[in-house]
C-alpha cells in the first residue's frame, strides 16, 4: 500500500482490494448517490474500480482512497480525474469527492479538497483544475466555494439526457496561484 499525502485527521493511500466492499457501500448509498444518474451495481463498482487503477498507472494520480488516521476506517475517496467526455472546457483535470454519509459534517471533504488541491500543485505541477456537479447538488458546490474555487458558468452535461433534473451543471475553477493559501490540517507529502 502506497500513501501519498495525509493531513491531521485523513490519510490519502493506493487502493486495495478489501476496499471495493467499501466502494460498494458508497456507490449503492442513496443519500451519497442522490444527485447522480443513477447508483451503482457491483459489477459497476468493480469496473470503476478497475478504471481508478488505470488512471493511476497512465497518469499517476487518480481518486485517493482516503480513511480517517485515527480509526484506519475508510471514509471514501477524494481526487483527481481527467475530463473524458466532450465539452467546452476539456482537456482538463477536475477533483472530486464521495464520502460515506457518516463522515458528513465534520469538515471532511473540505479538509481533503484542499490538501489534493495542494498536491496537485505543489508535486503533480497541475496548473488548474476544475470542479462540476448538478445545480441542484447545493453541498457539493459549498465545497468547492470553501476551498477557494471561482463559479465560470453553467453548463448542459452531455452524458446526461436534456430533459432530466440533473441535465445543467455548474462549472468551478481554480488555478495554482490561488490555492497557495490553503492549508489542510498540516498537509504533509509523503513521497
Known amino acids: 500500500m502506497k500513501q501519498y499525502f495525509e493531513t491531521q485527521r485523513l490519510i490519502f493511500r493506493s487502493w486495495q482490494e478489501e476496499d471495493i466492499s467499501y466502494l460498494a457501500r458508497l456507490n449503492s448509498d442513496d443519500k451519497v448517490m442522490e444527485?447522480?444518474?443513477k447508483k451503482l451495481s457491483y459489477q459497476e463498482t468493480i469496473a470503476l474500480y478497475n478504471q481508478i487503477q488505470e488512471e493511476f498507472t497512465i497518469y499517476g494520480f487518480g481518486a485517493y482512497s482516503v480513511e480517517e488516521k485515527e480509526t484506519g476506517v475508510f471514509i471514501g475517496f477524494v481526487g483527481l480525474h481527467n475530463v473524458t467526455f466532450e465539452v467546452d472546457f476539456a482537456p482538463?483535470?477536475?477533483?472530486?469527492?464521495r464520502l460515506l454519509p457518516e463522515f458528513w459534517g465534520k469538515g471532511?471533504?473540505?479538509e481533503a479538497a484542499i490538501a489534493c488541491l495542494n498536491y496537485a500543485k505543489e508535486e503533480l505541477k497541475l496548473k488548474e483544475i476544475v470542479s462540476f456537479t448538478s445545480l441542484l447538488y447545493k453541498r457539493s458546490e459549498h465545497v468547492m466555494?470553501?476551498?477557494g474555487m471561482t463559479r465560470i458558468k453553467e453548463f448542459n452535461h452531455p452524458l446526461v439526457e436534456p430533459e432530466h433534473p440533473l441535465y445543467r451543471h455548474i462549472l468551478?475553477?481554480?488555478?495554482s496561484v490561488s490555492y497557495t493559501h490553503l492549508r489542510a490540517h498540516e498537509t504533509r507529502s509523503n513521497l
Open 145 to 147: 466555494q470553501k476551498i
Open 108 to 110: 471532511y471533504a473540505t
Open 35 to 37: 444527485y447522480f444518474l
Open 172 to 175: 468551478y475553477k481554480i488555478v
Open 92 to 97: 482538463a483535470v477536475e477533483i472530486l469527492w
